[in-house]
């Protein structure tokens, strides 16, 4: 038998009581023989409560001290895990982010794994321990805390998985597995049995919040299975792999949407060759993700527009203004209250109709596309986010989701 | 102008509103052009709270495990102190137990600090930072996280002043100073304006508890000058430092007194050489604390009795009893209900008639006196714990402290 890492994020693992059932959750699965590793998430919403603290002493605290005081919460969950686990008979040890060798980059507050030495954890794994690895942080080389942004401990638990090569890497979480479309919005959702990580990638990047798309892409890199699966139902969830079975093989497996999005078009931006890549690496340098791009010509002039998220958009208007000397332009316009659904399945590469079929979709509902993005696999839009429930309800139906093919 | 480390407890940063008030002190220090290094305590009641959480899931939580939980109490104030400071414009930068080289031994809850590399601290202390870090806690060679044990903030205080060679290392606290007694529960106590290391450590040692003793020592070892001071009043506290001013000479300088004492007597202890040793070095061993020690001979066999703290009185029986073939013995008594009460002053080394003044004024006062400790600045009496304060209270005015000598 090789080794499992399990995560549970933080509603699993929102009290004392929960702990103790996570305590369960992992022993089962030490007992059918496998090598433990744990990662876990802060506590609830103990996250919020340190950045309410944080929020009364500054309006933008330092991001260094940020990451200082939200590495706590991983550290308490591990401790009392760790306990639980001892006080059940088990024997187990707990290790921060900088103690299980999580080398990221030097960035606060969004740091990526650079690298991961596993020595710290294989020892006592050998010893026949369970070892509980706090989520979410790290450590640059220059020993300073980091932590990895939203849905970091996502990314901790695939990263240990692939550095360690374990068998699998099990994310329990608080719904059953990955669904055609949010079950909490969209009532026809149904549970998927499988997904490839492709599509897992758009969907997750598209919004869907049950697994970080950054831990998706080194499940992908690193060929880790990943399973998606309820920390309190003991119902299958949804395996995340390389190839999925063939009658699963729908031509759209999938339905992500978002709102809070916000539109920017940059009008009259100088034709120079370097123009449209410093705007982009400009907003990168300050950390706002862009994520649709549209760029049309003129004789002499570019007009640029991009999605960002609506809470970005106070920092992306100073930092495209502070560096308008870099790359020259007229106006910026934008339009917030958007809203973004997209279509995602491996299907499509051999299916050109189906982006057009998209369209016709929401144009007989009457529903205005603003943008247009598109991959091998996936088909956004960009609407008003008063309408996206409906687009989404109506794409899922006639795309033939809300049926018997996709097994519940 | 050299360096000066400032050192908060639980209280004086148990709200973000105190902590604000904190960053007020730490600036004023810094404006009167010192270079500053501030060591806090885990807010208020923070340590209580994380104790809770882990009794709910073991009556014996494990002490690593307990280490790596109490440890992000400490780490929670430095990050948001560090906030309070950049937000009011100076510089500054806070560091973990681990990250500022707190070495200890690997001893868990109750660790000494072996060495300290202040290299870290020293760097941004050049560039003009205000360094924050965190009390209490500490580092193995092996990279596990340690705590100093109770009051274990002021000794991080203390090490880093030495360490550092600080002018000065300042002991925030709630009170404005070293007093004669303790004035929450004797009226007459008065503030001390300076008093001696020794006198400050059987004072400590004794029960009072402005001071952890360790702090003291390491003080004492390294002649790092103390204060003690209030961290609401703007008021000189005392001063520890080896020298006091003549005119204080008194040669009873304070009185400590402490409840929840339990006396254990090991009758028919064999008497062999090493016998006594081992019944000593093995309750260090399990890390249970005993202070006065009285033994008696008869012609094959000791009787010896050690006074513990009450709640060490389950797991010393345990020790002793399972440890009955390294030291054979009759019976164990225990008499529990007892309290410490002592005199303390330098002046006694030249004095002999102080301690026989002691004992006439507990006659007199009928207090029986269960068994007494000496040294060179200190006499000890047990009693039982309900004539405590009026013992105290007799010795106070007795030995002349309630009155105009000690200034306050």
């Excluded at 590495?71 to 299980?100: F, H, N, P, R």
Aim: aromatic share 4%; hydrophobic share 40%.
């Amino acid at each position: 038998m090789g080794i499992i890492v399990q995560k549970f994020g933080g509603t699993s693992v929102g009290s004392v009581e929960k702990i103790k059932n996570v305590a369960e959750r992992v022993i089962e699965e030490k007992q059918r023989g496998h090598d433990v590793v744990v990662v876990v998430s802060a506590m609830g919403k103990t996250t919020d409560q340190l950045v309410v603290m944080a929020n009364e002493i500054s309006d933008y605290p330092n991001k260094r001290e940020m990451d200082m005081l939200l590495a706590t919460g991983e550290q308490v969950t591990i401790s009392l895990l760790t306990m639980a686990l001892l006080e059940k008979g088990y024997d187990a040890v707990s290790y921060t982010g900088w103690q299980a060798g999580m080398t990221t980059e030097s960035v606060h507050g969004n740091a990526r794994i650079l690298k991961i030495d596993t020595e710290r954890i294989e020892r006592p794994l050998k010893e026949g321990k369970i070892v509980v690895v706090a989520g979410f942080q790290g450590i640059t080389e220059d020993g300073e805390i980091t932590t990895l942004g939203r849905g970091g401990s996502d990314t901790t638990a695939v990263a240990l998985a692939a550095a360690l090569k374990a068998d699998k890497c099990d994310i329990y979480t608080d719904v059953t597995g990955v669904f055609t479309t949010d079950p909490r919005y969209i009532k026809g959702a149904r549970k998927l049995q499988s997904i490839s990580y492709d599509e897992m990638l758009e969907l997750a990047q598209l919004g869907a919040s049950v697994l970080h798309p950054r831990a998706v892409e080194y499940a992908k890199n690193y060929s880790v299975p990943l399973e998606v699966r309820s920390s309190t139902e003991r119902e299958p969830g949804t395996i995340i792999e390389e190839e999925v079975s063939l009658e699963e093989n729908l031509i759209v497996r999938g339905l992500a949407f978002e709102d809070q999005i916000t539109r920017v078009t940059i009008n009259g931006l100088s034709n120079s060759l370097t123009g449209l890549s410093d705007v982009f690496t400009t907003l990168a340098k300050h950390h706002i993700n862009v994520d649709i791009i549209i760029q049309s010509f003129s004789d002499e002039r570019t007009n640029l527009s991009f999605s960002i998220k609506s809470n970005d958009l106070k920092e992306a208007m100073e930092v495209l203004e502070k560096n308008k000397s870099l790359f020259p332009y007229e106006k910026i316009e934008t339009e917030s209250g958007l809203a973004k659904v997209s279509i995602v399945g491996s299907g499509m590469v051999s299916n050109p109709g189906v982006a057009a079929e998209m369209f016709a979709i929401l144009s007989e509902e009457g529903i205005q596309i603003k943008m247009v993005s598109t991959s091998e696999i996936k088909v956004s839009t960009v609407i008003a986010d008063s309408q996206m429930v409906h687009a989404v309800e109506s794409l899922h139906e006639t795309f033939g989701l809300s049926h018997s093919t996709v097994r519940a």
